[in-house]
């Protein structure tokens, strides 16, 4: 199948374009097999609205093309956000967001081909109601904690509102954050949430605690941020954040968490960043740029990894690593979607690993038999009155000693 075969364009001739996008998770499929792709569907004249359904061939690379549609009441799907965890998916339309569930099935219907997960998924609106999330209006953004016990929503209104999941309970309540949300993003511990807005700077939010605002990170003349992300490594905390200034655009500046301060800037693009992800081990971040390509980007070295040139035709407005970190998910202005093979050729396999440890253990044993041949140990050593310089039977006085058993 050539190039464009893996994309996932607007539906011909009704009128329908994909608006959003979420890779699906459940908890009972592995996520090293995960490859359900979930696209929100804006429909014709206030009706046909839905979340379609596609799934990623590994082997091929293709996205397919979906064969579910899960229709929708509450009109346009804007933003979809699915638990970590698999519980389920927050969907963000115009007046409120609405939770959708997984249907159930038994372990019979499940059926498996090269160790793929052959079920189809199956969403269904779920029977409690989100009420912290009714009549808000349109988010911006919605966003799980890696751990999946906060939820963060973003309105266009400029409003933050952080719930504790399931129980709902509100964490934040913010009116008048921003002017309006661009991104959002909590840190790996679940302690801060970062958000953004075309025209104000960036916001660090204690969620931890609840206390609200812990600051605002400052910034230069003419500089603005765009999107943010928290480093996901479990190694020392950053806070990578998209920049672009009256001189350069395309910058990356990363934030130390323990100070707050800029430890540097980057230039990866020649254009503005439109789009970011990073992965869940932590080791990529990924770029979208206004001309369609992706560039990921290894975050130890802070060097491009991978740059898939015309991955769309149009700006990229959306990207999501799959959830083994193989795969990134993008969308585009153009309503196109699309999944990416992540180039692994230079990680370490499992197989390699095994082999290296294998070798390490046979020349451990190979070095311990040059020791016990030729090296001078206590193996070798000589025994019984074989010793060499063994002093004399009179030097230990033993002609002094009686011998009793002859006397006897």
């Known amino acids: 199948m050539g190039k464009r075969g893996k994309f996932i364009s607007v539906p011909k001739n009704d009128g329908s374009r994909f608006v959003c996008a979420a890779w699906a998770t459940h908890h009972r499929i592995e996520k090293e097999i995960a490859d359900h792709v979930f696209l929100g569907r804006e429909g014709n004249e206030e009706k046909d609205h839905a ?26 799907p804007l933003r979809i956000a699915v638990h970590p965890g698999g519980d389920g998916a927050i969907i963000s339309f115009v007046e409120s967001c609405s939770l959708f569930e997984w249907e159930e099935w038994d372990d019979d219907d499940i059926r498996s081909s090269k160790g793929r997960f052959e079920l189809e998924l199956k969403l269904i609106p779920a029977i409690r109601q989100l009420g912290g999330l009714e009549n808000v209006g349109p988010q911006s953004c919605l966003t799980f904690s890696c751990d999946g016990s906060f939820l963060a929503t973003g309105g266009e209104d400029g409003y933050v509102r952080v719930f504790e999941w399931p129980t709902m309970d509100s964490v934040l309540d913010i009116p008048n954050a921003h002017k309006s949300i661009k991104d959002m993003d909590i840190s790996l511990d679940s302690a801060f949430l970062s958000t953004t807005s075309d025209n104000s700077p960036c916001r660090i939010w204690d969620i931890s605690t609840g206390l609200g605002l812990l600051m605002t990170l400052p910034y230069e003349e003419g500089e603005n941020f765009g999107f943010c992300r928290f480093s996901r490594d479990g190694m020392k905390p950053f806070l990578f954040l998209s920049v672009t200034t009256k001189e350069q655009d395309g910058l990356v500046s990363v934030w130390d968490l323990a100070t ?12 503005p960043i439109t789009s970011m992800a990073i992965s869940h081990h932590g080791k990529r971040l990924a770029i979208g740029s206004q001309t369609g390509d992706i560039s990921i980007i290894e975050v130890k070295k802070m060097e491009v990894h991978q740059r898939i040139r015309f991955a769309h035709l149009q700006s990229i407005n959306y990207l999501e690593f799959s959830p083994n970190d193989k795969a990134i998910l993008s969308l585009a202005t153009d309503c196109s979607s699309r999944v990416s093979a992540v180039d692994l050729s230079h990680e370490w396999k499992e197989w390699q690993l095994y082999l290296v440890l294998a070798l390490m253990v046979l020349v451990s044993m190979f070095l311990f038999y040059l020791l016990y041949e030729f090296g001078d140990s206590f193996w070798q050593f000589p025994m019984g009155k074989d010793q060499p310089h063994r002093p004399p039977r009179e030097a230990l006085g033993y002609d002094d000693l009686v011998d009793y058993k002859t006397d006897l």
């Open 260 to 271: 707050w301060r800029r430890l540097g800037a980057k230039k990866f693009l020649d254009e």
């Open 51 to 76: 979340v379609a359904l596609s799934r990623y061939d590994w082997d091929a690379d293709v996205l397919s093309e979906p064969k579910t549609d899960f229709p929708l009441e509450d009109g346009t």
